[in-house]
């Protein structure tokens, strides 16, 4: 038998439904006093600085960190269950979301003592925003690829070259991307990546922003021109970046931000069709629920195993390949159930827009944070394929 | 739910191996594998697993059971198991004593109904009713005037017109003609019809994820050894994207279905969290099957789709279990109704329970 592939029935632990009440009261709260509108996905004004530092207070960020850091020592499930109802009410979390998932992770791996005491803390209250630079033009989800050049000099290293398709850098205040410091070699093309900490908005560095087709500008191009990074941000081995990436991609793959992209439309659909359902709408959203139900029991369960200490590439990558796919099918499912919905719907206007959006938004859903094909190549090696 | 260290399992899986190799059975023209499997589950007390001991069964647990109907998937096991435990657990719940002997249970469709007359004989029609053909009794739930009521009925009192599903097992119509039960109890408070088609369908669901496992594993290994254009396909990039899409089903379809297991075994009353786990377990593992079971046959090729290769032992299995018990167009509806009867705002809440 393969047996490989386990997804053990987890069920979050007591302590993380009083969480889930508190934070679902935070951010009815921070809806009434016209932070966000929660029926409004296209966030606009998606740079919340003043809710990341609510959240940061509330102790909701760096959950899972050391104490000494400014985090909690609380478990991976607590942390699941806070972004799960970020994400549920549509808040602004972009200013938070990467540092708090990924950054954070990899500076308390790989970074020296003083940056880690300096750093995370600041995080941890919601005053940092955090950029992963890792595409590069003509790269992309080719990691190995990446040309841009981090040269040996007195004291650090100057960096040359372009990152690409990075979410947020026109926000942040700090990246943390992988640079070349030595070609790869025959026997491993991997070799020769080193991952570095970047203190952005300083000479240097030109961020210039991309629009999406969803009207947004949220990824950006940025050019680094002798830009000079210090010896103690290098983070990790020099050379030896390919070793800690995939790690921490587990995390970036298998959290409930993996499917409820575009959960919003469903809420609405639900909303619009009423509580007497013809045969018709009650199949469709029966079918979406059982998928989405599914979903979160499979994300929910490699939470489990992250929480348990386990690496779980293949699991995470999974729930990445499927929960992406479910949530760009989504939008298009809804519409065509949404069809039939009668015209004086109390909700058809939010229901349209967010479909509009959603609509726009779905291309994306399984490029960002590995493309489809690079995911199928991962599952396939773990089924021992190559 | 593969390498358990659960002692249930471990027997079964034992059993299996020796008396239920798909291969064997394959080839094995006359069901003569048969007898001896049924024994050998029998006397290791599997059949009646979800019977307490006082009412002549071995007494394991909700979720044992559930693990070795799982386990029974894998090895697509095509003897009255399930049906058997269904129908114990059935009875049980009226506190009817087990027979020995194959049994099954009906009504298997959410459509059919069983009534019970004022002088207690028993009459109506149940199809699709899985193995009737082969069980000695009945565990039927009927609906009276008084409520629900749970028989034990001699099988050969029922008029069977025998059928075969998609997988070539038996799959029958059974007309109940003013029957009169070996036994018969009221049902405990709450018990109704749904119940027992979301417990039938959650050991179906169980079956399939089982099925999908072996047609992953029998796929990967395929892959690995058939040599096209010169190299194994498993070399080439569209066969392994195809079996990167069968192990998300079969993960998927494995994670529905033991959730909904463990939360059948762990709940107190089939409530609306349970009713959302049984449901979308249904649901999900049927089109698993429909997906997950293309990409297995598309893997092997035409050798696949012979009789001699134990490929449709699965497959067809598979896709067979998703009619008993509700369809997953069936429970799509019931679960869509009961979604949008909470209302919109209450959906996540439902979805994020536990």
Redesign the interface.
């Known amino acids: ?3 490989a ?5 987890i ?2 632990p007591e302590k993380c439904e009083r969480l ?1 009440k508190e934070v679902r009261a935070f951010l009815a709260e921070e809806i009434a006093a016209g932070t966000f509108d929660p029926h409004k996905p296209n966030r606009e004004d998606t740079d919340a600085p003043e809710f990341s530092r609510r959240v940061g207070a509330k102790g909701w960020l760096g959950m899972t960190w050391p104490k000494k850091y400014g985090g909690q020592e609380r478990s991976f499930l607590e942390r699941y269950v806070v972004t ?1 109802e970020m994400r ?1 009410a549509n808040a602004p979390t972009r200013r938070f979301f990467v540092a708090d998932r990924q950054s954070g992770p990899v500076l308390l791996k790989y970074a020296p003592e003083n940056i880690k005491m300096d750093i995370l803390p600041r995080i941890c209250r919601g005053e940092i925003c955090f950029a992963i630079g890792m595409s590069e033009p003509n790269s992309g989800s080719d990691l190995f690829a990446a040309k841009t050049r981090a040269t040996k000099t007195d004291g650090g290293y100057l960096i040359n070259g372009t990152k690409i398709w990075t979410s947020s850098a026109h926000i942040a205040d700090y990246m943390i991307a992988i640079f070349r410091t030595s070609p790869p070699t025959k026997e491993n093309r991997r070799h020769g990546l080193t991952q570095f900490l970047v203190k952005m908005k300083q000479p240097g560095i030109q961020v210039n922003p991309i629009g999406q087709i969803t009207g947004q500008y949220e990824f950006n191009e940025v050019v680094f021109t002798d830009f000079f990074v210090p010896d103690d941000h290098v983070l990790g081995e020099v050379d030896g970046a390919w070793k800690q990436a995939t790690s921490e991609l587990a995390y970036e793959r298998s959290g409930p931000e993996r499917f409820l992209e575009t ?1 919003y439309v ?3 659909l ?2 619009a ?5 013809d ?1 018709r ?7 979406l ?10 994300s929910v ?1 490699v939470a489990g195993m992250l929480e348990a200490g386990k690496e779980p590439v293949v ?1 995470a990558s ?1 729930v990445k ?2 929960g992406t796919v479910w949530e760009q099918q989504l939008p298009h499912r809804v519409r065509d159930l949404a069809a039939f919905v009668e015209e004086t719907a109390t909700n058809r206007e939010t229901l349209e827009r967010q479909l509009d959006f959603a609509i726009k938004t779905a291309p994306k859903l399984t490029i960002q944070g590995g493309t489809t ?1 690079v ?3 991962i ?2 090696r ?5 | 739910m593969a390498e358990s260290d659960n002692i249930v399992v471990e027997t079964a899986e034992k059993i299996f191996a020796d008396l239920a190799d798909p291969q064997t059975i394959n080839n094995d023209r006359k069901d003569s594998w048969q007898e001896p499997l049924w024994q050998a589950l029998s006397e290791a007390g599997l059949t009646l697993s979800w019977v307490p001991d006082d009412l002549g069964g071995s007494g394991a647990s909700l979720a044992d059971g559930f693990a070795l109907l799982n386990a029974a998937g894998r090895f697509a096991v095509a003897v009255p198991l399930a049906e058997t435990m269904l129908a114990g657990w059935l009875l049980a719940q009226a506190k009817i004593t087990s027979p020995d002997g194959e049994m099954t249970v009906l009504p298997a469709s959410p459509r059919d109904r069983i009534t019970l007359d004022a002088d207690g004989a028993l009459s109506g029609r149940a199809r699709g009713v899985p193995f009737a053909k082969a069980a000695k009794h009945f565990a039927v739930l009927a609906h009276g005037k008084d409520g629900v009521s749970i028989a034990l009925v001699d099988a050969s009192k029922g008029r069977i017109e025998a059928g075969l599903n998609v997988g070539y097992d038996h799959s029958d119509t059974v007309t109940l003609d003013k029957v009169q039960p070996v036994a018969i109890k009221p049902a405990a408070k709450g018990f109704d019809q749904t119940n027992l088609m979301l417990m039938g369908g959650v050991a179906r669901s169980l079956q399939i994820a089982g099925a999908l496992e072996s047609m992953l594993d029998i796929s990967v290994r395929y892959s690995n050894e058939r040599v096209a254009f010169e190299k194994k396909i498993s070399k080439f990039q569209a066969v392994q994207h195809n079996l990167a899409r069968l192990a998300g089903e079969s993960a998927a379809a494995l994670a529905a279905a033991t959730s909904a297991a463990d939360a059948i075994a762990s709940a107190k009353s089939f409530n609306d969290e349970v009713y959302l786990e049984a449901a979308s377990a249904k649901i999900r593992c049927a089109e698993a099957a429909e997906k997950g079971g293309a990409i297995a046959h598309q893997v092997h090729g035409a050798i696949g789709f012979t009789m001699e290769h134990i490929l449709h032992r699965y497959s067809l299995r598979a896709l067979a279990w998703r009619d008993d018990f509700g369809s997953e167009s069936h429970w799509a509806v019931e679960l869509g109704k009961l979604v949008a009867n909470r209302g919109a705002d209450e959906l996540w809440p439902l979805v994020a329970s536990r």
């Open positions: 038998m393969t047996a592939l386990r997804f053990d029935p069920r979050l889930r799960e549920v959960y469903l809420t609405e639900v909303r069709v009423g509580p007497n359902p045969t709408s009650a199949e469709g959203i029966g079918r629920v059982a998928q989405l139900h599914t979903m979160r029991r499979m369960s699991e999974i390949d499927i094909e995911l199928r190549g599952i396939a773990g089924l021992g394929l190559r």
